[in-house]
T-cell receptor
């Protein structure tokens, strides 16, 4: 019973390149959440998606960042024209329903480093 | 703006000690408070607290919520080196379901 799977575990990009981070939710989960964690800080909410829909993107930077969760395949967090400040750990979580007493289950994260 | 504040930021104890971690919050449409343990990788779920005054226990860990004073504590008794981790507190909401707001965590180091 696989948990939330994120890949890659580590990603190195040069300034100006694009970064694509993937998240496959737990089996049976249709709600996905992306968080960013800077060193020595807590997780900061970015976006909440259900299949083919963005429900809440209030934590997403207005430019360069986008997210999708297609009908088939993993959720993708895409960062265009990366800058040094994008270096962080990006965590994905999933749940089976949004309004419930079930906590979100987290993946191991993708550590993005910008050279 | 919603806030979740954890204290202390870091804590160093010796095996066998008891620790208390604090989490206070100021949010609108509060639904529940959650505690997670993070050891280099994914945060792992510890407790979800929705009602005031009801202690939740799991082995040497316990937690309680005070919705009047807007805080929660996480207690760890007889600490072990394996308890060394970052402990994260988060709140979630009745509306905008799905989003969680996290504190910056308490880094606990347990020395042998």
């Amino acid at each position: 019973n696989a948990g939330v799977m994120q890949n890659p575990r580590h990603l190195v990009r040069r300034r100006g390149q694009e970064a694509r981070l993937r998240c496959s939710p737990m089996k049976g989960h249709s709600h996905v959440y992306w968080y960013r964690q800077l060193p020595e800080e807590g997780l900061k909410f970015m976006v909440y998606l259900q299949k083919e829909n963005i429900i809440d993107e209030s934590g997403m930077p207005k430019e360069r960042f986008s997210a999708e969760f297609p009908k088939e395949g993993p959720s993708i967090l895409r960062i265009q024209q990366v800058v040094r400040g994008d270096s962080a750990a990006y965590f994905c979580a999933s749940s089976n329903v949004a309004s419930s007493n079930q906590p979100q289950h987290f993946g191991d994260g993708t550590r993005l480093s910008i050279l | 703006e919603d806030k979740v504040v954890q204290s202390p930021l870091s804590l160093v104890v010796h095996e066998g000690d008891t620790v208390t971690l604090n989490c206070s919050y100021e949010v609108t449409n509060f639904r529940s408070l959650l505690w997670y343990k993070q050891e280099k990788k994914a945060p792992t779920f510890l407790f979800m607290l929705t009602s005031s005054g009801i202690e939740k226990k799991s082995g040497r860990l316990s937690s309680i919520l005070d919705k009047k004073e807007l805080f929660s504590i996480l207690n760890i008794t007889a600490t072990q080196t394996g308890d060394s981790a970052v402990y994260l507190c988060a709140v979630d909401y009745n509306t905008n379901a799905g989003k969680s707001t996290f504190g910056d965590g308490t880094t606990l180091t347990v020395k042998p």
